[in-house]
């Protein structure tokens, strides 16, 4: 299982510790069917990625429009200029929904019977690979959406032209680009801080309450441990050095942070419990040990996307941490 080490003197107590490599792992026969699946998917995210960090809205048109109600021409400029970003929204918005599709592949494969989450992580690197790779776009695409107030200004400005037009039983070039239903769904997609890392808690809740057969611990142990692969990574410079790749420990940080919130979204009590599965004190730390500019959107994902971080069973060491 040449790849995957076991990290010998590390363990606590139900938490096993694995050096995964998130660079070089290649699909068996086995894991071929849904790793193409999914990799057709993922061919697409860097292009998304790159789309996203390049978007830089109608701000100036739409201030323009409003400042001159009267200027007709002002007005269809702005609307002309906001129509192919809307486009571009709603592209983002349908790859959420074929990212959602791949997560639930990669979940029923790496919980399937009758492996434990364990066993398939040490089967099917490829996959496990995979599923950081999702994970890594997702955070990386809601940091970019943070920063970037011009979506939902964008986005709200489309939606109120089209409203004044249909109550001036008006038609303009470009209406058709987003339906109201589509419309209705995009904005409640746009309207989450973080779009992406929503549409994958939900996805991994609805996978744990569809599949009644399968014990939940299932799909929380994988997400555990792959928080601990992670961590264990970071935090050994033994392990550390075997990264060829400059950005593996960005790529590393941002997967651990996303299975912290599925695991936390998914599992009945949360991340943060005494009884969790992850070491989240261990998991702050080394996140905290990295620049402050690289990390400090990733601590705010666990500080304002977590679903248990101010129940009362969280210690107050943990919460001192994340402040």
Same mark, same amino acid.
């Given at each position: 299982?040449?790849?995957?080490?076991?990290? !010998?003197? $590390?363990?606590?107590?139900?938490?096993? /510790? &694995?050096? %995964?490599? =998130?660079?070089?792992?290649?699909? *068996?026969?086995?894991?071929?069917?849904?790793?193409?699946?999914?990799?057709?998917?993922?061919?697409?995210?860097?292009?998304?990625?790159?789309?996203?960090?390049?978007?830089?809205?109608?701000?100036?048109?739409?201030?323009?429009?409003?400042?001159?109600?009267?200027?007709?021409?002002?007005?269809?400029?702005?609307?002309?200029?906001?129509?192919?970003?809307?486009?571009?929204?709603?592209?983002?918005?349908?790859?959420?929904?074929?990212?959602?599709?791949?997560?639930?592949?990669?979940?029923?494969?790496?919980?399937?019977?009758?492996?434990?989450?364990?066993?398939?992580?040490?089967?099917?690197?490829? !996959?496990? $690979?995979?599923?950081?790779?999702?994970? /890594? &776009?997702? %955070?990386? =695409?809601?940091?970019?959406?943070? *920063?970037?107030?011009?979506?939902?200004?964008?986005?709200?400005?489309?939606?109120?032209?089209?409203?004044?037009?249909?109550?001036?039983?008006?038609?303009?070039?470009?209406?058709?680009?987003?339906?109201?239903?589509?419309?209705?769904?995009?904005?409640?997609?746009?309207?989450?801080?973080?779009?992406?890392?929503?549409?994958?808690?939900?996805?991994?809740?609805?996978?744990?309450?569809?599949?009644?057969?399968?014990?939940?611990?299932?799909?929380?142990?994988?997400?555990?441990?792959?928080?601990?692969?992670?961590?264990?990574?970071?935090?050994?410079?033994?392990?550390?050095?075997?990264?060829?790749?400059?950005?593996?420990?960005?790529?590393?940080?941002?997967?651990?942070?996303?299975?912290?919130?599925?695991?936390?979204?998914?599992?009945?009590?949360?991340?943060?419990?005494?009884?969790?599965?992850?070491?989240?004190?261990?998991?702050?730390?080394?996140?905290?040990?990295?620049?402050?500019?690289?990390?400090?959107?990733?601590?705010?994902?666990?500080?304002?996307?977590?679903?248990?971080?101010?129940?009362?069973?969280?210690?107050?060491?943990?919460?001192?941490?994340?402040?």
């Amino acid at each position: 299982m040449g790849n995957l080490i076991k990290v !010998l003197g $590390k363990d606590l107590e139900n938490c096993p /510790h &694995f050096f %995964l490599d =998130f660079e070089n792992a290649q699909p *068996t026969e086995a894991e071929t069917a849904v790793w193409n699946q999914v990799s057709a998917v993922l061919e697409e995210a860097h292009g998304i990625l790159a789309e996203l960090q390049s978007y830089n809205g109608a701000g100036q048109e739409i201030r323009e429009a409003i400042q001159n109600p009267g200027d007709l021409q002002l007005q269809e400029k702005a609307w002309n200029a906001v129509c192919p970003l809307v486009a571009k929204l709603k592209r983002f918005y349908e790859f959420s929904l074929r990212l959602e599709n791949a997560l639930r592949s990669l979940l029923e494969a790496l919980t399937s019977p009758p492996y434990a989450p364990m066993q398939h992580l040490e089967r099917e690197q490829a !996959l496990a $690979k995979q599923f950081a790779e999702i994970l /890594h &776009f997702t %955070l990386s =695409f809601d940091e970019l959406k943070m *920063t970037n107030p011009a979506i939902q200004n964008d986005f709200s400005y489309y939606r109120r032209t089209l409203s004044r037009n249909r109550l001036n039983n008006q038609q303009l070039e470009g209406e058709n680009e987003v339906n109201n239903e589509m419309a209705n769904r995009m904005s409640l997609f746009y309207a989450e801080a973080t779009p992406m890392l929503k549409t994958l808690s939900n996805a991994t809740t609805k996978f744990v309450s569809e599949n009644k057969t399968l014990p939940i611990e299932d799909t929380t142990d994988c997400l555990s441990t792959m928080a601990c692969v992670c961590r264990v990574m970071l935090e050994t410079p033994e392990y550390r050095c075997r990264f060829t790749n400059t950005d593996t420990m960005l790529f590393c940080m941002r997967v651990m942070v996303g299975v912290i919130i599925l695991y936390d979204h998914v599992h009945p009590v949360g991340a943060f419990a005494k009884t969790s599965k992850i070491d989240m004190k261990g998991c702050i730390k080394v996140l905290k040990e990295q620049p402050s500019n690289s990390v400090e959107g990733l601590l705010n994902a666990l500080r304002y996307t977590t679903r248990h971080l101010n129940d009362d069973s969280t210690s107050k060491q943990i919460r001192a941490l994340l402040q």
